[in-house]
């Protein structure tokens, strides 16, 4: 007698869970759909090792960032209901202060907090330096609407969720065992009507999405401790200072398109803390440093949809270096698309990396 496989069937397969795989399967799940996750358990990936910190504007120029005014809302939702659901809290609403470098960035300032669309997230009013330790003889900017998700807590508690309810796979996901027809797709003893990859960095090697030009950014930060500054807003300047408590701060990050690996390097280091001495006097001690990839795009917009030949393949990727602030919005289009053939943004939709996909 042949051997008998019995098959568990999904609405869905998510491969991947970081911030991407996470919001989508939450979304999925809130919606009643019977979801199985395949996520290799990584200590360093994008989302664990990101600050975590969001922000509506871009404050080289003092510009609003893309769809910014639809995504806050989303966000703020999101964490919301994630708190409640799990009675736990992942949130920080820490001030984001823009440190000036002169005069003319402050008049910049001013005159940017008057237009329309940057007046909800622009303080007029400056921030004369409160802080004896710090460099900041011009004084900062506050943007409003800004804070910090501990992204590693949200994933490690939804992680559990998917545990205890049997539907995670703890594995990397492995293309040779996996099949896809007009109906269905099949992994292993699994079948789902649908599949969709949420790979971060690691989906250069996807054998049926890897067409697609995600670009890679590594990038590096330090955990240092600074003995009794007490520094309590996130300041940005040549490099970002975020409050952790007990004297800690994270300073970051780098930005290297040339590097395609997770390691940290000296020199990665030396930068970040030469330009930390740029602002603060005192002595800064090292007690961490990670490194990890972002998921980039060649036009900084994400990489969301179906597969141009596989009818049930489909991608949520790209989320680059603000995927907390944008992935809450995305992940509620991109589940009302798949769900009720809602349209997809068409700046986020891979169609229009249709011409790259090799025939
Ligand atoms: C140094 C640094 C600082 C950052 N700071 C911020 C910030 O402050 N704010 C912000 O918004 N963004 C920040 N980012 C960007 C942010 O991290 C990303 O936008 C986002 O986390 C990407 O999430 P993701 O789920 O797409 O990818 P990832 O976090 O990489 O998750 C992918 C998951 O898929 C799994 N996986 C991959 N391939 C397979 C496979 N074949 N089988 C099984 N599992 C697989 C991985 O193990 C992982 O768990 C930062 C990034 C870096 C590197």
Redesign the pocket.
Known sequence: MGAFFLMKHFDYIV????????LLTHRLLKLGKNVLV?????EI??????????NPMVLKRFTPCWNVENQIQPLYDFITEFEKEFKVTIHQPVKLWRLFNSVQEQNLWLEKSEKIRLQPFMNPNFISNPHKSIIADFGFGEVNHSG?VL?TKM?NVFRNKLKNNSCLLD???DFSQFTSTESSVTYKSYSAAKIIF?????LT??PYFNYLPLMR?????LTVRIKDVNITEHIKSSVSILPLGDDKYKI???FNWDEKDELCTDKAKEDLLQRLASIVKVPVEVIKQ??????TVKDRRALIGKHPKHVNMYVF?G???????I?PLLSKQFVDHLENGNPLDPEVNINRYEEEYPC
């Open positions: 491969v991947g869970q970081g911030l991407a795989g996470t395949i996520d290799k358990l990584r990936t994008s989302s664990k090792v990101a600050l975590g910190a969001y910090r992204l994933i594995e990397s996901f949420c790979e971060g960095h690691r090697l996807n950014t590594k990038g590096e930060l970051g990050a780098t990670e490194a990890g990839i972002r998921p990727n989320l680059g270096a603000r995927g907390l602030l992935s």
